[in-house]
T-cell receptor
Framework: AQRVTQPEKLLSVFKGAPVELKCNYSYSGSPELFWYVQYSRQRLQLLLRHISRESIKGFTADLNKGETSFHLKKPFAQEEDSAMYYCALRGNGNTPLVFGKGTRLSVIA | GAVVSQHPSWVICKSGTSVKIECRSLDFQATTMFWYRQFPKQSLMLMATSNEGSKATYEQGVEKDKFLINHASLTLSTLTVTSAHPEDSSFYIC????????????FGDGTRLSIL
């Protein structure tokens, strides 16, 4: 079964502080992992995906198959990073995304 | 970029009525669309996978007769909540995947359904 776990419902950090949003997954095969972000009153947007290995808005995430994790990191948080972040997993084939419960990031000035 | 449009954005109606929500992929063709439901302060729960030209695949616990899905074309899927009741009040979000290998899912703005 596919499962995505985001242990923190809320994460508050000061501006300029490092951020790490945790995500662990459970899947028997080789999944694709994604991070989606939802800013206030906006639609869900793709932030990054593990196969791209890119940095978006200063965020990075590395897939650790040994620990089955895909934590989202940013070295210096900005106020505009405040949003809801969802980790998602997609299994093989044309299967839909399965989401974690989300973590609300609040960056305090 | 790929855009998914959802309509209406907000519906308020009386208990017992049926409500149709449309999901369109504006600049790409989507053979598969997905319908999610989101309760307040909770994550997105997959309801069903909508396949163009064939029957939708429903997740366990989702009533097929309550949530009718039609995917009549490569750019349009509809979700009809039949004989809606207050417990059906929720935020419904559709998603479509761009064609091709390893493409991400794109999401609509969602529809807030309030049943009185």
């Amino acid at each position: 079964a596919q499962r995505v776990t985001q242990p923190e419902k809320l994460l508050s950090v000061f501006k300029g502080a490092p951020v790490e949003l945790k995500c662990n997954y459970s899947y028997s095969g080789s999944p694709e992992l994604f991070w989606y972000v939802q800013y206030s009153r906006q639609r869900l947007q793709l932030l990054l995906r593990h196969i791209s290995r890119e940095s978006i808005k200063g965020f990075t995430a590395d897939l650790n198959k040994g620990e089955t994790s895909f934590h989202l990191k940013k070295p210096f948080a900005q106020e505009e990073d405040s949003a809801m972040y969802y980790c998602a997993l997609r299994g093989n084939g044309n299967t839909p995304l399965v989401f974690g419960k989300g973590t609300r990031l609040s960056v305090i000035a | 970029g790929a855009v998914v449009s959802q309509h209406p954005s907000w519906v308020i109606c009386k208990s017992g009525t049926s409500v149709k929500i449309e999901c369109r992929s504006l600049d790409f063709q989507a053979t598969t669309m997905f319908w999610y439901r989101q309760f307040p302060k909770q994550s997105l729960m997959l309801m069903a996978t909508s396949n163009e030209g064939s029957k939708a695949t429903y997740e366990q616990g989702v009533e097929k007769d309550k949530f009718l899905i039609n995917h009549a074309s490569l750019t349009l899927s509809t979700l009809t909540v039949t004989s809606a009741h207050p417990e059906d009040s929720s935020f419904y979000i559709c998603s479509a995947r761009s064609p091709g290998h390893n493409q991400p899912q794109h999401f609509g703005d969602g529809t807030r359904l309030s049943i009185l």
